[in-house]
């Protein structure tokens, strides 16, 4: 029971932090597009791809965080130029037909679904290997053990009593 309360606790209290970054978000969201509308256009065009992460969740640790702020790094490049090249509407959409600034944009997202969704079976893939070379070799090992201590070797194994685990 005790158990269970903690993990109520837990949860509510993510949900509470959730719910004030969320506050934040809109109130500095509001303020951006009330006070630098070509910039807040820029950046809503931009975070595409974790707005996308946000609504599918799939409950992966850091996921929806990694998503974010790989995202953040590929738009904030591309916020300085509009910032270099004059904050008009007009820059924005020059900006926003871009090709390559949508490729800056939506590369820091494409690097951020690499490392949360590729890398882990890529792990996944050189652990399997190695354990599939160090079950080869204990299996040579023991075909060189029942070749020196003869087919009674395996026999006297079998009826060994198991360690309890």
């Given amino acids: 029971m005790a158990k ?3 993990k109520a606790a837990a949860k509510t209290e993510s949900k509470v932090g959730q719910n004030i970054a969320i506050f934040w978000l809109l ?4 303020l951006g597009i009330v006070f630098i509308p ?7 065009a931009g975070m595409i ?20 702020s790989f995202n953040l790094a590929g738009v904030i490049p591309v916020v300085g130029i509009l910032w270099e090249r004059g904050q008009t509407f007009s820059e924005a959409l020059k900006i926003l037909s871009d090709v390559y600034m ?12 690499f490392l949360t969704w590729a890398v882990p079976v890529v792990v996944f893939s050189a ?3 190695q354990a599939k070379a160090n079950i080869a070799k204990l299996q040579k090992r023991r075909a060189k053990l029942i070749e020196e201590w ?7 194994m079998r009826d060994i009593p198991k360690a309890p685990q």
Avoid: C, H
């Avoid at 109130?27 to 509001?30: F, K, P």
């Avoid at 070509?38 to 809503?44: L, N």
């Avoid at 003869?150 to 006297?156: I, L, N, R, T």
């Fill in 4 to 6: 269970d309360t903690k």
């Fill in 27 to 30: 109130i500095l969201s509001g």
């Fill in 38 to 44: 070509p910039t807040m256009i820029v950046i809503f």
């Fill in 49 to 68: 791809p974790s707005l996308v992460a946000i609504l599918l969740n799939t409950e992966r640790t850091g996921g929806i965080a990694t998503m974010i």
């Fill in 102 to 113: 949508w490729l800056a944009m939506f590369g820091g997202a494409g690097l951020a679904v």
């Fill in 127 to 129: 652990y399997e290997l």
């Fill in 150 to 156: 003869g087919g009674q070797f395996v026999a006297d």
